[in-house]
Every structure is written in structure tokens, then in C-alpha cells.
């Protein structure tokens, strides 16, 4: 099948599958579920097939690992499509209703995007993880993943398609790319696909991002920081501060910047120097950090680095909105931190750092779907609109505005036969 | 200044906005009200340079009267302003709160986009609608108004940006682009400015969307329809099709196309023709169109016209689902309207129609930021995420993940001492 048909194909299931009931769509996650169950020893040979591969091919060890359904992965795998059937719809949902005059009422309903392209790492749990995400959330999907997880994907896929078919959803929601080429192809198709969503590294999220019509939801990098403010619980800060760089340090909301107040420098710097030591963390700091500790030298470049490593970049700050500056200046809009006793200034820090995630007294590490309680995430965004931070079922919806009349014409109105009420109603959606 | 100075001032200015209490807007938009008033004489001034140039350089009578400010026009911009601080802050609003555990507690927490850039057409009362509403919203805006307009738009934009400096609001949150050039340069300023919303004409507002990394809020074209089922109430849907088609034609939601289901079609179409040769509409028909009425040839190409004129496409369908299909093939996701008498054929329209703004008997007019009760609007998006439809002041936030803990790391999660509760909790935030 060409991207065209494929695209072309998704999109016209997306458009029925938008009319599917909350329980069908149940139906069909529990059919995965089953499903998953059911064909484990294909699928699982077809992963083995994929390592083989991969170890005879060189594949770096930490990336045969993310590869490899073990027992443990696999239980998750289903257990995540199990959850989904609990979590409420989010389609169908009445955000505002009006009744704009007799008889005349507005709604403002969500619905699915339509079709949503996603483009994933390594991880063929992932495959089931969006793929359920965008079945619950009533969107057609096409899916390109890892090409090391090739064999496993496509079994997974295709497993993931007859299920649901057999459960009543439109043939051809979900499609899965197996070429750098298609991926090329469909970052062209701004006719029919609504929404890309790239996951990765940097530079390839980048990449897509500028190489596409269609809107993209992401993130490429994650410059996060923490903030050590003069009122700070120092012991508090240091505990936080080496959750936040050291818990895991390949992740987009582990920290790469810590910035103190020039007034705890000299006590605080000492105390979180020697806990990160205990880590293994190098550290990089500014002059000033450089009078009270030693450390390797910073540079201008430093403070846009993303280590995603046991490094950490140290600046001392005049004041919270030297630190606030520094956050807007330098950071990436993912999560930052601070840590104070003040809640005046844990305010201000909040309503100015203009990040998806801002946090007081915690580690940024927390800035995940899983932990934010959304069920699942898709990815973490980090644009000004639509959807920002951790993007669960929420972020794959949008809205529909019906409006249910009995004839009604707008000629009466600008006649000044009639007027408008705009009378906020308490109801949901009644068809 | 330059577009790079210019921009980055507005941005700086848009984060500070963000901290903005809602009285400190409501003041500032209540000056902006009162300085409309008080400099009147100046502003009218420079409104007739405005129109005493365009006239001498024949600009067509339509748009000089789009361009004059005349009583009627002002007394509405100033009322305009005056009912924006009645309406809800749409900043800090609370849309989720969960502890997460003991002592950790997360909420999602409605913020400004940031920096605005706005393109609009020749109404210099546009500029005060839109300033007035980045303004309540939180937002910095860059705006370009049309050139035909440049002395009076030069006089508002100063006038309520001494207005709202002298009520506290942060220097140079509004600042007004005057050369084509200086659009140019906006569009590339991706770092600066986080949304673009383009008015004017299907040309222009899709070269912008072409020609841009930014988000892009708008629509190119409305090609907008009605569906007149066999269940239909036939006086009913004439109504509906000529107040839709001629109660203003110059507008993106009259509709371009009219779908007749065959077995209502041989007494309907006579009818609804009658209505439409009073107001001096030619019909476009299909083959089956013309088997019963004159009209004008359809060709493949007519379906896709947007008229913006007294013509309309007419087209007989042979069902429900081939007017929908025919809607999500030709439309452009504008407005469109079913006329039936069926609740279960209504409710499957609006369930499969992929268009912002779907309608049950009544007109596709209505489809509107002062109609729907929004307050007033920054234009109509057809894209399919963010925001959908008339875009008011929700259209203009976007949100925050804000996380407050008591010293919580990630690990003692990690390590199983701590689980996550997750419970919901009905609480607006705090701070």
C-alpha cells in the first residue's frame, strides 16, 4: 500500500471511528488485551527474532534492553491496555452549553483529532501503549517504530488491527510504517493527517518539527532546572536537587542546571557538592560557584546543555528573578523548580517561569504521565499550545461546537425580531 | 525597532503579563475604554487621513466603509472593550487537582500563551477588539493591521498602550507592525512569538500558514453546507438555506453548497429555487439537480468553491452518509447544517461530520464568537487542535502542570517506600 492509501485509509476510519460508543471502544481494548495474551508465544518469538538481529548487528546494550519484552515488560504491556478501559471517555464530553434562545442551544462537545501520526523509539511496548491511547481517544493512528523492534511491531500490529476489527472497529485505524521513506511520505500527507507526535532524540524531533505542515507535538529538548532560593530548607534542597540530576539521568525531566542564591551559596554549595560527589556527578559552575567549590569551568554554551548524563551546570543568582530570567533565558519550557520555605516567592516563581511543569519543594523528576495520575502519557509537550507537559487522553481530543435549533435564522436577529439569552445551562449533550 | 527588538520586548512584557492580577487587567482595560472617550476627536482625525487617502487612491466602497469609524462603529468598540471585564479571567483557572500523596499536590492551572502575532484586515476597530482581548487574556501582541488603516491604527495602538502602561500593565505588551517587511520578519521569529493568528483573505492566510514554523490559529476557506434530509420540514429548510446562503454572502460561514436527499429533492428544489431567484442566487447544479430545475452546469470543480457571492452549488445525494462523506470530502471543516426532522439521522450528522461547527436546523450564520456568547472572537479555526470555531478568550490560554511538594523525590517511589494516591481532588490552586 502506498502512504497515500494508507493515509487516506486511516483518516476514513478516524472519521467512524469518532462515532464509536464508550463500550465498543472498551470492547475492543479488552480484545487487545486478550489478544496480547493469546498470541504471546508469536509474539515473543518475533521479539527473539528482533534480538538475535540486533546483538549480531552490535546493538548498543542499554537499547537491546528497552528491545526485549522480559515477563515483567510483557505483564505491564497488557496490564496498561487493561487500565485504559477504566479511565473515563474522553470524547463525547459537554465542555459548555448555551442556550442562545428558545429553543436554540450550543454545545461544546470533545471529539477525536482524527488521524495522528507517531513516530517512537526503540520500545515495541510503546506500539501498544499509543496505539491503545489513540483507540480509546477515538483516533486513527499510523505508527512507525524503532526499526530494530521491526519483527515485533509488525506481529504487534497486526495482532492490535484483527482484534479490533473483530470487535467492531473500522477496518484501517491503525497502520503501521516500516520505512524511513514512509516517514518521509507521511510528514508530507497535511491533507489527511491532523497530528504528529515524534518521540526520540533531539535531533530527530527537531528534524520533524521542521520538516512538516502538519502541527507537531513534542518536545526536543529538556534543559530543566532547580532553583535554590535563600530561604531554602538546605537539607531539603539537597535531597531534591540530587533526585532531581541523579534518580535516572537519560531522562528529559532529570535536572542540567541548578541555580542558588548567592546568599546559601556558601553554606549550600559545600553540602549538595558533597552529595552528588557520592553520585558521581561532575559539576560545571560559574565563577562565583567556582570561589566557594571547586568545578570544572562554565561557559556561555553551558547553560543551554542537556546532559542527559552525571553532569550538572551550577550558577549563583542575585535574586528569584535573576533565577526566573536565567529559567526563561535558557531553559526549554519543560520542568523547573524551586526551593524555598517562602510561599510568596514559591508564587511568583510559579506564575513567571514559563515552563509546562513548575514545582515547589519537589524534584522535577515527577513530570510524567504515570505520576501526574493521567493513565498514560503519549509524550511530554512542550509548544504554547493545545496540549503541554505530560500528554495523556486529554491532549488527543478536541472539540466539536453543535448547535441544535428549530429553524432558526440569524436574518431574525440582525432584524432585532429576536435577541439573544446566552443562558449558561447545566446539561450535557443530548444525542 | 526592529522586528527582533520589537519581539523580544513584547515577549519579555508577555511574561510578566502572566503575573498579572485580574483587577490590575480589569483596570487596565476600563483606562483603555476611557481613553477612547477622551482622545475621540484625535482619533477620528486620523481616521479621515485614512479615509481622504484611500478614497483619492480608489479604494473600493466596501472597504471604505469597513475602514470609516463612524458613530455606530465607535460607541460599539468602546462598549466592546467596557464588556471584557465583565467576563471571567480566563487565566488561573484551576482544570485539575490531585494529591498525588501526603503532601504533594499537582494541579493544572490555565496560563497566556505568551506572544501573539496578529495579522487583520482593514477594520481599525479590530485592533481594539483583538488588543483588548490579548490583554484580558494575559498576552503580549505584535499586530499588523491593513495599510489602508495605517494613521488611525497608529493612533489606537499608542493611545492603549500609554492607556494600560499609565494602569501598571508591563512597557511594550502591545506593539503595532506597519510594513509588509516587518510581517516577513515576525513569521521567522519562532523563538519569540508562540502564535500567529491571520485574518484577511484565503490567499493571504494560507501563504502565512506556508510560510511560517509558529503555530498558526485560523482558516483559509469556508465552504460550508446544508443537508436538506427526506425527513426534512420543507418550509423549514428553505428558511434555513436562504437565510444561510443571503443573509450575508460576503462571510466564510454562508454556506457554498446545498445537499438535497433524491426522494425529497423533486418537491423540494422547485421550492427552495423560488426563494432563491427573490434574492437573486444562481444555482450551480449536478446532472440529478437538473433533471428538475434549471440551473447553471456543475462541474467537478464546483464543489470546492467558496462563492462569498449570491451563486450556490447544488448537488443530490442519495443518502445520509453520501452527504456526510460529500461534506468531509469537499468541506472545509468550517460550518455545516442538516435540516431533518430525525433525531437519530441528526445525531449521526453531527457525530461524522469532521467541521468545527456542525448544526441541527438552523443556519450555518450563527456561527460566531458574539452568537455563541463568547464574549466577542479572534477569528475561526478549522484546524484540529487547540482551539476549533469562533476562537475567543479560552482559544487565547493555555495551561501549566503546577506541582507542590513538601521535599518529595522520585526515588522513594522508584525504591516502592512511597505509592502514589492519586486522588482527584475539587480545589482550586492555592497560591
Known amino acids: 500500500m502506498s502512504m497515500q492509501e494508507m493515509a487516506t485509509r486511516v483518516k476514513k476510519a478516524a472519521l467512524e471511528l469518532a462515532a464509536q460508543p464508550t463500550g465498543a471502544k472498551n470492547a475492543a481494548l479488552s480484545a487487545i488485551a486478550r489478544a496480547l495474551m493469546d498470541e504471546r508465544d508469536r509474539i515473543l518469538a518475533a521479539n527473539h527474532e528482533d534480538l538475535t538481529r540486533s546483538e549480531r548487528e552490535g546493538l548498543a546494550a542499554p537499547l537491546l534492553k528497552r528491545l526485549r519484552l522480559d515477563d515483567a515488560k510483557y505483564q505491564e504491556m497488557v496490564e496498561g491496555v ?17 442556550e442562545l434562545d428558545d429553543g436554540l442551544t450550543l454545545y461544546r462537545v470533545t471529539c477525536p483529532i482524527g488521524a495522528i501520526g507517531i513516530i517512537f523509539e526503540s520500545r515495541p511496548d510503546a506500539l501498544v501503549q499509543i496505539s491503545s491511547l489513540c483507540l480509546k481517544s477515538g483516533n486513527g493512528v499510523l505508527l512507525k517504530g524503532g526499526s530494530e523492534a521491526v519483527e515485533t511491531n509488525r506481529v504487534l500490529a497486526g495482532i492490535i488491527a484483527s482484534a479490533t476489527e473483530r470487535a467492531g472497529m473500522p477496518a484501517g485505524w491503525i497502520q503501521l510504517l516500516e520505512t524511513r521513506a514512509e516517514v518521509g511520505a507521511m510528514l508530507k500527507m497535511d491533507e489527511q493527517i491532523d497530528l504528529i507526535i515524534p518521540r526520540g532524540s533531539n535531533e530527530f524531533v527537531r528534524y520533524i518539527m521542521e520538516n512538516t505542515k502538519i502541527p507537531v507535538l513534542g518536545h526536543a529538548e529538556g534543559v530543566c532546572h532547580c532553583y535554590v532560593d535563600d530561604d531554602a530548607d538546605q537539607e531539603m534542597a539537597v535531597r531534591v536537587v540530587v533526585d532531581a540530576k541523579t534518580q535516572y539521568v537519560a531522562v528529559c525531566n532529570a535536572i542540567e542546571t541548578l541555580l542558588v542564591h ?10 549538595v557538592k558533597r552529595a552528588l560527589d557520592a553520585k558521581g556527578v561532575t559539576l560545571f559552575g560559574c565563577e562565583r560557584t567556582r570561589e566557594i567549590i571547586p568545578t570544572e569551568a562554565a561557559s556561555e554554551d553551558t547553560w543551554r546543555n542537556e546532559y542527559l548524563d552525571y553532569k550538572l551546570s551550577v550558577k ?43 514545582f515547589w519543594n519537589c524534584s522535577t523528576r515527577f513530570a510524567d504521565g504515570f505520576r ?41 436577529y440582525a432584524e432585532r425580531k429576536r435577541t439573544f439569552k446566552h443562558r449558561p445551562l447545566d446539561r450535557d449533550f443530548p444525542l
Open 372 to 412: 501526574y495520575g493521567l493513565g498514560a502519557e503519549v509524550g511530554i509537550a512542550t509548544a504554547k499550545i493545545h496540549a503541554r507537559g505530560p500528554v495523556g487522553l486529554d491532549g488527543l481530543v478536541i472539540y466539536k461546537y453543535l448547535l441544535l435549533g428549530d429553524g432558526h435564522v440569524v436574518a431574525d
Open 262 to 271: 548567592r546568599d546559601i551559596a556558601p553554606s549550600f554549595l559545600p553540602a
Open 82 to 98: 487493561e487500565s485504559l478501559v477504566g479511565l473515563p471517555d474522553p470524547v463525547g464530553r459537554t465542555a459548555l452549553a448555551t
Open 316 to 358: 549563583v543568582v542575585d535574586s528569584l528573578e535573576a533565577a526566573i530570567d536565567h529559567i526563561n533565558r535558557y531553559g526549554s519550557g519543560h520542568t523547573d523548580a524551586i526551593v524555598t520555605r517562602s510561599k510568596t516567592k514559591a508564587a511568583r516563581f510559579l506564575s513567571l517561569v514559563d515552563s509546562a511543569d513548575v
